[in-house]
């Protein structure tokens, strides 16, 4: 037993001393990798400005180059896919990388500094306020807590640049990756990704590999290194139903013009329990939680009470037994609900319609064109006359019950197995580097564009999200915490020492 001890002691010193290590070299490099962020940022990236879309292109291409990278445009239906590629061994497995380049449009006027695109370091106040700093700051003590404003600063341009300099400092010690490397750099992600997924196609041979490892998105609200081994999918719908053919005045017809907003609502409230329980049939059909996957569940460092404390809600849905368990079953939400009269102001009419426009996320197990026949039957079920168009005077003078159903079967989910090798190797890697297991979460709530590629491509595909959850992401005043920008190192130069 003391000699199994002293085995263990010596295992968790040499983790010690390699975590160290690379944290040292981190350290003395990282004013360095602000400003390269800094540089990158201040490049505007909107697919709307081909040319400042091609200055970012260029910036990757300069530096991905210099670690050993070689760089081309694959041609697409609107703007190209940027494709990297280092051959390291050609007995060596092939991990197939994705980040994207582009960011979200900006509205300058709701950001808290005059250009969205030139990036502001800020540290935060007493009184929560974020307050600009000097840049030369970074060269003295630098603080994990302060923060990068910029558009894309997160999303995804941090993990670019993570990335890049995992990749510097491992050149600089004479270190090779044990894995051959391809990269996509994505121009259009924030918009649908449309280039990038034309492209499947024609250069599929490319973008061959053994695993994948998409570097988007945030880590767990804890700040720990996160594994996402899925994605839930969207479908989407429409659900309209009628009054008279033309808008009526309230006080002549009321009592008399059946509203379209109640006929609308009892269809919506018989489709969802109170307690958020879909009631449509075998809406959940084929979902099972094993006691396996509810050890992992289980793990992540989420609690009820904190969830709703940031949320200001009392009480949850009853969808599963926790948050993450949630997320594991298909969603029906309304995003939208609509009559005719769109104008300013109130009338007192009967509207002539009533619209409401639904979302459903998607997992494994559901299938968006089959979920979608699941609410149709639903409606049909509840004595509705279903069509796929507006009714005809015939139709309307025919049936008391109608509704119109338009429906989008979408993008399906993906999800990687938790004990896949591919899995278990990322996570023991992290769990060597960092010395704690990295959270795993099965399935996140949102979905990505690239769906369809990974789904097309048959690669087995894990997340890696490595900056902080409250970023902003999308929004206004978007960020990066600098603390994530180092640990963001630290995680890439982890897997890039990993044997697959």
């Known amino acids: 037993m ?3 001890n002293i085995l263990f002691s010596i295992f968790f010193i040499s983790i010690s001393l390699y975590a160290q290590e690379w944290d040292k070299q981190i350290d003395a490099k990282l004013p360095e990798v602000l400003f390269n962020h800094k540089e990158f940022v201040s490049i505007p990236s909107l697919p709307i400005d081909v040319q400042k879309m091609y200055q970012n292109v260029a910036w990757v291409k300069a530096r991905y ?10 041609e697409s239906s609107i703007l190209p896919v940027l494709f990297a590629e280092r051959i ?3 007995d060596f497995k092939t991990v197939l990388f994705y980040f994207h380049i582009d960011g979200q449009p900006v509205d300058p006027s709701k950001w808290n500094q005059k250009d969205p695109f030139r990036p502001v370091l800020k540290e935060q106040k007493e009184n929560g306020n974020w307050e600009a700093i000097a840049w030369e700051s970074v060269n003295a003590k630098i603080n994990d807590d302060w923060r990068i404003f910029g558009r894309a600063a997160a999303d995804d341009k941090a993990p670019i640049v993570m990335f890049l300099s995992a990749l510097e400092l491992m050149k600089a010690e004479n270190q090779e990756p044990k894995f051959n490397i391809k990269i996509i750099f994505d121009l259009e992600e924030e918009y649908g990704s449309n280039g990038f997924l034309t492209t499947l196609t024609k250069y599929k041979k490319q973008y061959e590999s053994d695993y994948m490892i998409i570097m988007d998105g945030p880590a767990h609200n804890s700040n720990q290194p996160t594994l996402t081994f899925g994605c839930r999918g969207i479908a ?9 053919k033309l808008p009526q005045h309230s006080g002549h ?9 109640f ?3 009892r269809i919506l409230a018989s489709m969802k329990a109170e307690d958020g329980n879909v009631l449509i049939e075998e809406y959940y059909k084929g979902i099972t939680i094993s006691e396996e996957v509810a050890v992992i569940l289980n793990s992540v460092p989420d609690t009820k009470e904190g969830i709703n404390n940031a949320l200001i809600i009392k009480e949850e849905e009853k969808v599963g037994a926790n948050y993450q368990e949630a997320l594991q079953y298909p969603t029906l939400n309304v995003r939208q609900i609509e009559t005719s009269w769109k104008g300013k102001g109130l009338k007192t009419v009967i509207p002539e319609y009533a619209t409401a426009h639904l979302d459903v996320r998607l997992v494994v197990e559901t299938d968006g064109k089959k979920q979608l026949e699941k609410i149709k039957k639903h409606m049909v079920d509840q004595g509705y006359y279903v069509l796929d168009r507006k009714p005809t005077d015939e139709e309307r003078l025919t049936h008391s019950k109608i509704v119109t159903f338009k429906g989008n079967p979408g993008v399906n989910a993906f999800r990687t197995a938790l004990d896949s090798p591919f899995g278990e190797k990322l996570r023991s890697a992290l769990t060597k580097t960092f010395g704690q297991k990295p959270v795993s979460i099965r399935t996140m709530g949102g979905t990505v564009p690239i769906i369809p590629a990974i789904n097309e491509l048959k690669i087995p595909a894990i997340i890696v999200p490595m900056v902080n959850m409250d970023n902003n992401q999308h929004s206004p005043n978007e960020n990066i915490r600098i603390g994530n920008i180092r640990q963001g190192i630290k995680i890439c130069l982890s897997i890039l020492n990993t044997t697959f």
Request: with cysteine.
């Open 88 to 90: 390291v061994n050609p």
């Open 263 to 265: 006929s609308l609502s």
């Open 2 to 4: 003391k000699k199994l």
């Open 253 to 261: 017809y009321g009592n008399y013009v059946s509203n379209p907003v």
């Open 236 to 244: 989407t719908c429409s659900i309209t139903t009628y009054g008279s």
């Open 65 to 74: 180059q210099k670690v050993g990278f070689e760089l081309k445009t694959l």
